[in-house]
């Protein structure tokens, strides 16, 4: 072999080299990021998670309607106690529409308690007061005397809470988010049944966004 | 031949970010034997090849498509049909750049009053950033050698993301959510958290201020949530105390944001230029300059872009450049082979020897130089200087407690020494609610 092939063979050697360091991510650790995984809450995560979804609105307030219509106090009520959602309280890091929970909430208990509980709509009491005015002042018809007080008075508030704990590193995000509710006796103050959910999940990201 | 290899020899050169022009040989590249000393079999095998360098470099020379975008275009492709004329205009926005539009779009709403474009905007930009992005096709494509960083889909640098959650618990705090607005500053303060700087932790002095208001407000402790923001602050200057039954919130921005630029030989390192604003804080004069309202300058977004440390994708782009240069480098050694192994091809020829295996040599180490000069200047090592380019320097608040109705005053601007400067003073009415509700004013030096 003369000198210039052993050039030639040198050249393509380096040039392989050279090519095969194509791999510009070399030394980062998961570079297409490690897609979100739920965990149970007792489970060791890798790193810390994110935030509130659908599924988990699904999953806790399915958990809640059972829990509740499970306590004596609306298993076995003899007349069907009269419950007021009250706004549930954020504070986790995620924005939530924090109606939704209560309004899924009630719609599960609605449709599963078959007449156990009953509802106030406080969010219509505005109007309500404005209608009965208008039936007392004669300006609209009424089916009954308008004077006679019959908006209903609570027996329980419900109510719920979303606090939540979030770890970030480099190794990723980590967000723990704990719903509890509850339901509060409007005449003793006391509360009668809480429950909480938990929801614990964590990613990595992409490195391109690292 | 020579003229064909000449041609291709500068248009790679040419294509050198760094600009410099490296010559072998006296500025051209000589692939084989000249005139009649050619060997007809060198001659017969240097053709071939030279044209399958020729479709290589056609092929390399397609570079980085353009930023496509998917609205409708001349001949009324695909992507247009079935779509409503307000799609089309959304959709003229490359999708990749969807975040980055939406953010500016809601600092301008933002500014001009139109709040409900402003929550729009920023609830559609936090779906895109609030997640966690993997397995994104683009994403891996702005890690990969020839594509450049600014083809991933735009979240922003995280004084930008944090931004767009300090805006939108503005907005949060406006409609009567403070807890949703406080669940924002969190969230801004978590993704300034773990920098790659020490002492840089999740350092935002407001967010925390305005967490723990939030939570005061919410009838909560905010007590922890304001030593941290004091702390973050400094012993030299105070926070002003949680007046929890102040009702109006007033909100102020002024100066002209960080600037993002691509520095190193091959512009793959993000930098970020400041121009420190003349408007150092402001004051709110009311009441006929009875009431003045302090807004000083709590947090500086400069500081901010400027003391996160070292990116991951830096890394890449480093390996990127690495690439790249040695790529040049290698191409560089082989093209000089080549040209030795031409000379000693027509020497031999000279004496009457036998000069195939030179010439072959030096046609392969002509390919082999111009693969790895197309390979290093097809690689993207830019680093990605898209920004959301209407933030503002520096952020301040107050809390103070009016009457229900209209108040008259004006916003000044004070300079480094406590100055009015007067021409950029601007008249402000706020209109106070009775309904108990705080009262939200966003304030802004920036028209845009």
Request: with cysteine.
């Amino acid at each position: 072999m003369n000198l210039t092939s052993r050039l030639f063979l040198v050249g393509i050697a380096a040039t392989s080299a050279f090519l095969a360091g194509c791999a510009t991510t070399a030394g980062v650790r998961d570079p297409a990021g490690v897609p979100v995984t739920e965990m149970r809450p007792d489970e060791r995560g890798f790193v810390a998670g994110t935030g509130i979804e659908s599924q988990d609105l699904v999953s806790v307030t399915d958990k809640m309607a059972r829990s509740i219509l499970s306590i004596p106090q609306i298993a076995r009520a003899q007349v069907p106690p009269s419950i007021v959602l009250d706004p549930v309280v954020n504070n986790t890091r995620f924005p939530i529409n924090k109606d939704i929970f209560l309004t899924r909430l009630r719609t599960q208990l609605n449709s599963k308690a078959m007449g156990q509980v009953s509802f106030l709509d406080r969010e219509m009491m505005k109007t309500l007061e404005r209608e009965r005015e208008l039936k007392r002042s004669g300006q609209v018809t009424a089916s009954a005397d308008p004077n006679v007080v019959e908006f209903g008075g609570a027996d329980f508030f419900l109510t719920g809470k979303l606090d939540g704990m979030t770890t970030r590193t480099s190794a990723g995000t980590s967000d723990y988010v704990l719903y509890s509710f509850r339901l509060t006796d409007a005449r003793t103050s006391r509360i009668v049944w809480e429950d909480v959910a938990e929801v614990k999940k964590q990613g990595l990201e992409d490195a391109a966004y690292r | 031949m020579r003229a064909l290899f000449s041609m291709t020899w500068s248009s790679i050169t040419a294509q050198s970010p760094s600009g410099k022009t490296r010559r072998v040989s006296g500025g051209i590249f000589v692939a084989g034997p000249a005139g009649g000393h050619a060997h007809p079999r060198g001659r017969g095998w240097i053709l071939p090849a030279a044209l399958s360098a020729a479709v290589l470099l056609a092929g390399c020379a397609t570079g980085v498509v353009p930023a496509q975008r998917s609205g409708a275009d001349a001949s009324g492709s695909r992507t247009t049909r079935g779509l409503t004329v307000a799609d089309r205009r959304v959709q003229s926005i490359a999708e990749r750049d969807r975040v980055l539009f939406n953010y500016r779009t809601a600092a301008l709403a933002l500014r001009n009053g139109e709040y409900d474009l402003a929550k729009e905007k920023l609830d559609d930009a936090i779906v895109r950033i609030g997640g966690i992005i993997t397995n994104d096709a683009e994403a891996a494509r702005a890690r990969s050698l020839f594509t450049a960083e600014s083809n991933k889909p735009f979240i922003g640098e995280p004084y930008e993301r944090v931004m767009a959650y300090y805006y939108r618990g503005i907005l949060y705090w406006r409609d009567g959510q403070p807890d949703n607005a406080r669940a924002c500053f969190r969230s801004g303060q978590v993704i300034d958290s773990d920098p790659g700087q020490q002492g840089y932790d999740a350092d935002y002095v407001l967010l925390d201020y305005l967490d723990g208001l939030a939570s005061a407000k919410l009838n909560t402790d905010g007590g922890d949530a304001f030593r941290r923001a004091q702390q973050r602050l400094g012993e030299q200057r105070a926070l002003p105390p949680y007046v929890e039954d102040a009702n109006v919130l007033v909100f102020a921005e002024f100066g002209y944001g960080p600037r993002k630029y691509a520095a190193g030989e091959y512009g793959q390192q993000l930098r970020f230029y400041i121009d420190d604003s003349p408007t150092h804080s402001a004051r709110l004069v009311l009441e006929g300059g009875k009431l003045i309202v302090p807004l000083p300058g709590y947090d500086d977004l400069g500081h901010q872009a400027t003391t996160r440390g070292n990116r991951v994708m830096d890394h890449i782009l480093g390996n990127k450049a690495f690439f790249k240069s040695s790529t040049s480098v290698a191409g560089d050694v082989a093209l000089a082979g080549a040209v030795i192994a031409n000379d000693q091809a027509r020497r031999r020829e000279r004496q009457g020897k036998d000069g195939d295996d030179a010439n072959y040599a030096a046609v392969g180490l002509g390919l082999l130089g111009m693969i790895g000069k197309v390979a290093s200047a097809a690689t993207q090592t830019q680093a990605d200087t898209r920004q959301w380019d209407n933030l503002p320097q520096r952020l301040s608040f107050a809390a103070v407690k009016l009457p229900a109705g209209e108040h008259r005053g004006r916003l000044e601007f004070l300079d480094r020494t406590g100055t009015v400067l007067e021409r950029r003073s601007q008249p402000v009415t706020l209109s106070v609610t009775p309904d108990g509700r705080d009262t939200v004013v966003f304030l802004s030096e920036l028209k845009r």
